[in-house]
Structures are given as structure tokens and as C-alpha cells.
């Protein structure tokens, strides 16, 4: 991972770092707006997520969401130079 810019709250790195490390997203780098860059894919399927946990900017590969209990994509990529999958959710 690579920082573009020293944040002032770390808890907020260290949060996403985490979320990251729990959902198995690798080669991010955090944004100074505290968006993520992936260089890979995002598969954040079936995981009973009502809420995307942290903002992502772009996506190089996939991302997926689907199968989730999500209301919004709030959250989401901006780009994604792959396929983008959301079906089996609450959208409003």
C-alpha cells in the first residue's frame, strides 16, 4: 500500500488498513481525500453488508457487491477498468 499524502488521523488509515485486510484488498494505495486506488479487484460479495465501508476511487479490475443487504452505492468506485456487479441487494 502506499500513502500520497501524511494524514493527520491515523486511526482512519489504520481503519481502512483494516477493512482492507479483512476483505482481502491488496495493492491499494490511500488517496488524500481518503479514497482507495485498487490495482486489482474488489470482491466484497456476501459478506451482509448494509453499507460499502469505505470510499473507493478506482478500481483496475473488477468490483463486486452483490449478494449483500447494500440501500445505496454510496461508496463505490468512480472507475473501474473491469466489470462492476451489484445485483441481490436493496437499492432504493
Not at 3 to 16: D, P, T
Not at 35 to 54: C, W
Request: charged share 25%; with cysteine.
Amino acid at each position: 500500500m502506499k500513502y500520497l499524502r501524511l494524514f493527520e488521523s491515523f486511526e482512519y488509515i489504520n481503519y481502512i488498513n483494516n477493512i482492507c485486510w479483512k476483505y482481502k484488498i491488496k495493492d491499494y494505495t490511500i488517496n488524500t481525500d481518503g479514497t482507495i486506488d485498487v490495482d486489482g479487484h474488489v470482491d466484497l460479495s456476501q459478506e451482509n453488508l448494509i453499507k460499502i465501508p469505505i470510499r473507493f476511487n478506482k478500481i483496475n479490475e473488477f468490483f463486486w457487491c452483490c449478494d449483500n443487504i447494500l440501500k445505496t452505492l454510496e461508496g463505490s468506485p468512480i472507475e473501474i477498468n473491469g466489470n462492476f456487479y451489484c445485483g441481490i441487494n436493496n437499492l432504493t
